[in-house]
């Protein structure tokens, strides 16, 4: 198949970096263009990008010139069909707006639209049905584009392990997270904050934990999606980790429910999403007493995959609440990695 164009916005950050040296050769996507702010504007891509990642910048962007988001869509960026967006929060609402209007496939990390009624939040593992609602929002927007989100990436980790467990009754779910740095962008933590400490809060994450998963964990039902009916309770943390969210749950069910009833729900999981960016396994069982660990498992299923372990019954209703730790990259599955997986998604079902 021909190649498709796509765009990076915010593509000199943390995560827009992440995305360049995910899509360099890419099978289906090639880079179409990448923008930033106005002061990075007309300037090659390797003299603006404060590269960050342990791997070489790819020639092909590092030789781009940089456009000004207020330029996405300007002439000469009609060949790009998808834009992945890894804007700051504060700008992100209306550029994404803009691009959508002007007929793009928005496929974005950012949070801003995640809770709106006619906007899919997705992990196509799970809801790949939930895209059904693109045309819902072209309808009801007038776009020629559409925006489709991934969810926040703690929420991505936790979410994906909890699907398995959804036929067994979920009734309640608390979690603890322990976040990585670079979750907090290259500039986000000061080394003397983090260094030999942990930060007991992460502004808004906690909101995203409780809300987001139930969304995708929903029903589509008509129009509109129909959310799942238990309850999250989240407590998140930064801790001196690199690459890499874990995370501690307690998963309460309706009725008794064992140990070995949750790996063997673990074990069981498929998902017949086969694009190049999809996992053989999305989640990997971690029979090791001191696993997952970051170190360790981050990169599975080449960052896109979640290990889960230490899994036991335990709580204080005995019988009916197991907890586990589960493990999972997150630039690469929480961010950069999910949106373009989503955009594969988007190519094989014909939005694209």
């Not at 939930?130 to 980790?157: M, Y």
Request: one cysteine or more; hydrophobic letters at 40%; proline letters at 5%.
């Amino acid at each position: 198949m021909e190649k498709i164009k796509v765009g990076i916005l915010g593509a000199t950050g943390s995560v827009g970096q992440r995305f360049v040296q995910l899509l360099d050769g890419h099978p289906w996507f090639e880079f179409g263009a990448l923008f930033a702010s106005e002061r990075s504007a007309g300037k090659r891509y390797r003299e603006v990008a404060k590269w960050v990642l342990p791997y070489e910048m790819p020639e092909e962007a590092a030789e781009m010139v940089v456009q000004s988001m207020n330029d996405v869509d300007a002439a000469g960026n009609e060949d790009v069909a998808v834009m992945f967006s890894a804007l700051p929060g504060s700008i992100a609402r209306e550029v994404e707006k803009k691009c959508a209007q002007a007929g793009y496939a928005v496929s974005t990390n950012v949070a801003v639209h995640r809770m709106e009624k006619d906007v899919p939040l997705v992990i196509p593992e799970i809801n790949a049905d939930h895209l059904a609602l693109i045309e819902v929002q072209k309808e009801k927007r007038g776009w020629d584009g559409f925006i489709i989100t991934n969810p926040n990436c703690s929420a991505i980790v936790m979410t994906l392990s909890l699907k398995p467990l959804m036929r067994l009754g979920i009734k309640e779910v608390r979690v603890a997270t322990m976040q990585a740095v670079s979750g907090a962008g290259y500039a986000g933590l000061p080394s003397m904050a983090i260094l030999d400490n942990v930060i007991p809060f992460i502004g808004q994450e906690e909101d995203k934990m409780e809300s987001e998963p139930l969304k995708i964990l929903g029903t589509l039902e008509g129009r509109e999606i129909k959310n799942a009916a238990f309850k999250i309770c989240a407590s998140c943390h930064r801790v001196p980790v690199m690459d890499g969210h874990t995370e501690a749950v307690w998963v309460k069910f309706e009725e008794s429910v064992s140990a070995e009833e949750v790996k063997r729900a673990f074990k069981d999981f498929t998902s017949d999403i086969k694009t190049p960016f999809a996992p053989d396994k999305p989640i990997i069982l971690r029979e090791e007493q001191d696993r997952p660990q970051p170190k360790l498992d981050r990169d599975a299923g080449r960052g896109m995959s979640i290990s889960v372990g230490r899994i036991r019954a335990g709580g204080i209703e005995a019988g009916n609440e197991v907890k586990y730790i589960v493990q999972g990259h997150n630039t690469i599955r929480g961010a950069a990695g999910a949106s373009i997986l989503n955009a594969e998604v988007l190519v094989e079902k014909g939005y694209i």
